[in-house]
Every structure is written in C-alpha cells, then in structure tokens.
C-alpha cells in the first residue's frame, strides 16, 4: 500500500497547467521536415509512458515561421482523436522539448506539479474517463476537450507527489518485469512449435519409432500435385452476417488450427452444392500479408461451411494424411517455399494454386505419418496449455497493475476540505492561466519587483549543479517566504529567454528547476 502522508486534495486536469494544441507543418514545404531534428509527436508515437523521441521531426523553420510550438520537456501528452480512444486513452511524458500534432493535446503542468502523478492518475481511472470524455465521430473517436479539462483529479504537495511516483513506479517496474518476462517466454513457444515441425520433416521426431521398425523405412520425394485429389478455390460470392452455412476465411485460420469466431454466413443452395467442404479438406490461405500468405488448416467437419474465395481447397489422396500435408505446409520448409514464389501487390501476397501444387517435399509412409501426426498433435496441445497460462499471466499482471493505481488514488472524503500548502501550489498555476504575451510581461513586472528573491532564487538552483534541485528541494536550499519564492520561480520560469527551466527526471520520477544556462 503506498499511503498518504502529507494532505491531497481534489481539483481538476484543469487546475493543474496550461494546455497547448498542436498542428501539421505543411508536406509541402520540404523545408520543414527534411533533415528535421525537432520531434513531432503523432498518435502512432503513443505506447512508451516516457516519451524521448518521434517517428516524425520538423526542423526549426517549421518553428520560426509559426507552423508548429515547441513544448518543453515534462510536458503531459494525451491522445485526443484516434480509433484507439474507444478502448484505452494513451498518454505520455516527454524528456525533450517537442512538437506535437493536431490529434494530441499537451498539458504543460505548473510550478510544483509532476507530469507522471497526473500521468498514473488518468491511467488508473481510463474507463471513466473515457465515458465522460470520448465522443464517436463519423470516422473516429475524438475526446470532448472541456470535458476532459474538467476530469477530477487529486493534487498534494510536490514532495509527496515524488514520492508516490517513485514508490507506485518501484512496484510498477517490478510488475513490468515479470509482465516482460510472461511475454518472452510466450514468444518462444512459437519458435518452439517451428523447431518441432522441423524436426518432425527431416526425420528426427521419429527417429527413434523407425529404429524400432522392421527393415527400412524410406520417405519418397513428392510434390504436392502428386498426393492430392483437388485444389480448388473457395466462393467468391459476397458473405453476410446470417446464414444457413458458415463461410471460412482468411482470419478463421489461427496457428494451424481453425477458428469459429467472428463467422460469415451464406444461404445459397448453389454456392453451398458446389464449395461444401468434407472431413479432411486442406484449407490453404493464398491471399494475405508476406508474413502470413500459406497459412493452413484442416477442416475436420466441426460444422457445415465453406470456403471463402482467398483460400484453397486441398482433396487429399489416400497417401498422405491432411493433418500430415497441412504440418508440412506450416513447417519452416513450408514457410520458406510460400515466401519463395508469392507475389507481391500493394499491400498482400498471393500464391496461386499452380505454385502450390509444385511444392516438393519427402513423403513418409502412412504409418510414419500417423506416428508424426500424433506426436506433434500432442507437442501442440501442450504448447497451447502453456499458451493459456502465460497469457493469463499477461492478463492478471495488466489487472493488478490497474488495481495498484486505482488503490492508490481512490478518492477519500476528507480530500474536500481545503489545504493551505496545496491552496498556494493551485494559485501559483492558476496565475499562469493567461495569454502568454499577457503572462510574459506579468512575468516581467514579477522579477522587477523581486530582484533581490529571483537572484537569490537563480543562485540556489546554479548552486544545484547541471541535475538542478527539486521544488522542496529548492526551498531547502533559500531561507525566504513561500510566496516570495513562488513569484521568483514563476517569474523566472516566464522570462524571455527563461531563467529557470522544468525538466522530468525519469531515474527518479520527479520534476526539477534547472538554471537554463547550467
């Protein structure tokens, strides 16, 4: 449990910054963007919480003529329209001064407010969020802005706030170690069931079988046309969501096996006579991405269906097994071969049923066959055992991760009451709410009027070194009354070039004052 041990109160995002919309340079300017060295953040950058770089830079032109605004670094970055928002509200914190686009909001937190408190508040209350603030347009989902500025939060003072962040991030880490660790070990096992399906068609599954067998048991030299009845194409008629008979697709073929989710259905009798699918029918996917094009199942007669047009229909013969042929298909023999003679549009990959009846490969006898198909169906169904636990290892890991934050920013009654110490932090930030030509001449009249508190104030944080020193830190350091220090670190943090600059210090998760020419 991470506690409480200094007053938090209620606010809103509003409360806690200034926020700064974002914008597209134009392409056509090549002036902008070529060789750009500036980071200009987009939806698609969202996934890590600390965020260094982008995909995308403009240069410093796009800067000066207008086209784009620099933010600092500790900035909170929030997607507000994306297709991604009807399920999950992704946010990051930069290390680096950035621009962003016109699909992110940043929210600049003031004086004494770090970024990743208000970061882990808004993940551990998403789903709220989300209802109150995500509005569906005609092509995405985009987040109703003053609903979002209005979104309760908790604020308390910054030396707690490090020291939740520091605490909830120590315990998080951890989390994120086992999580990673769940996921690599889910990523070999299909690395795993590749080496099985090698090993099985050089010979070495069954090795020890043949050396138990009477006289010598030699595999043939094949090529698919050799062992099968039929290759056909699927219906090309167009599916519906009702029907009498389930249409497979593309998508119901799922590490080798079939899939009965998410089915297509057609009712016509003719398309139904001519493309019924029987037990044992080899279905190979001859249309989809590089990666995934020749990806085979077997159709063991589950339930009536056919097959779509981007499959082909394989009739085996009485040589070969269909569990067997379809192995052999999704080995990394077979894979190769596919990748070999695909062909290649914009977007997906297609190989014909001429190509796929060429595949040559070495055929065991029946009996070795039925051996290799019982092996390796029994390797698989351990593997998917496996498969089940660590996901939900991955699934319980998430879970805990979101009842550690929701545990420790549940509100509590007593957060209604005011705070004096918390009452100071929200005026300082509330008296950056101006327009910034307005802000950076009250800045101004500010420093003017506290000579004396901002060189003091300068000096204490150069003091500091080149790390520079934390809000608490910084008063510390200055024997000088708290709105005095307020007013001089404010002024300074608006001057024209800045006195002072904002930075997040990711090692220990807390904001620092940092001389601007430390």
């Not at 408190?117 to 109150?132: G, K, N, P, S």
């Not at 802005?145 to 003072?157: E, G, I, K």
């Not at 509100?411 to 918390?422: G, L, M, S, V």
């Not at 327009?435 to 009249?445: E, H, I």
């Amino acid at each position: 449990m991470i506690g409480r041990r200094a007053p938090w109160r209620r606010t809103t995002l509003d409360a806690l910054g200034r926020w700064q919309g974002g914008s597209t340079p134009s392409k056509r300017i090549a002036a902008y963007w070529k060789n750009g060295d500036v980071p200009w953040v987009s939806p698609k950058d969202f996934g890590p919480r600390i965020l260094a770089t982008s995909q995308d830079k403009v240069t410093e032109l796009a800067l000066t003529d207008g086209r784009a605004n620099r933010l600092p670094s500790g900035a909170l970055l929030i997607v507000t329209r994306s297709g991604i928002l009807s399920h999950s509200l992704p946010t990051a914190v930069t290390t680096v001064p950035v621009t962003i686009n016109q699909d992110v909001k940043a929210l600049l937190p003031g004086p004494g407010i770090n970024p990743v408190f208000v970061q882990l508040q808004i993940e551990a209350f998403t789903d709220q969020l989300l209802e109150a603030a995500v509005k569906s347009g005609t092509t995405v989902e985009s987040v109703d802005f003053d609903a979002l500025r209005r979104f309760p939060v908790l604020l308390t003072t910054p030396a707690e706030q490090d020291r939740v962040v520091s605490e909830i991030s120590d315990v998080l880490s951890r989390l994120e170690r086992s999580r990673a660790a769940a996921q690599a070990s889910l990523d070999q096992l299909d690395a795993l069931h590749a080496a099985a399906l090698k090993s099985a068609f050089t010979g070495a599954l069954t090795a020890g079988w043949r050396a138990r067998q009477d006289g010598e048991i030699a595999w043939k030299p094949v090529r698919l046309q050799d062992v099968v009845e039929s290759l056909k194409y699927g219906s090309a008629q167009k599916s519906r969501p009702t029907g009498d008979v389930a249409v497979l697709r593309m998508g119901n073929i799922q590490s080798g096996r079939l899939d009965w989710s998410n089915l297509v259905y057609t009712s016509d009798p003719a398309e139904i006579e001519k493309h019924r699918l029987e037990d044992g029918c080899v279905l190979f996917n001859r249309t989809n991405s590089p990666e995934l094009v020749g990806k085979t199942a077997v159709y063991h007669g589950e339930q009536p269906a056919i097959a779509a047009g981007y499959l082909i229909v394989a009739r085996c013969g009485p040589d070969v097994l269909p569990d067997v042929l379809a192995h052999f298909l999704n080995s990394p023999a077979g894979r190769a071969y596919c990748w070999s003679v695909k062909s290649d549009g914009v977007s997906q990959s297609n190989i014909n049923a001429r190509k796929l009846e060429a595949f040559e490969f070495a055929l065991p006898p029946l009996a070795e066959q039925l051996e290799i198909a019982t092996r390796l169906d029994r390797i698989g169904l351990s593997i998917e055992s496996v498969r089940r636990l660590l996901e939900g290892v991955v699934s319980d890991i998430g879970s805990l991760r979101r009842q550690i934050l929701t545990s420790a920013f549940r509100p509590d009654p007593d957060e209604d009451k005011p705070d004096a110490e918390i009452g100071a932090l929200l005026k300082a930030v509330s008296d950056g709410q101006v327009d910034t030509d307005k802000r950076t001449k009250q800045g101004r009249r500010a420093m003017l009027k506290a000579k004396l508190p901002r060189e003091t104030v300068l000096a204490a944080i150069q003091d500091a070194g080149a790390s520079g020193a934390a809000f608490d830190d910084a008063m510390s350091r200055i024997a000088m009354d708290y709105e005095e220090m307020k007013a001089a670190i404010f002024a300074l943090l608006q001057e024209d070039p800045p006195g002072l600059v904002q930075i997040y210090d990711a090692a220990s998760g807390a904001i620092r004052l940092k001389a601007a020419t430390t």
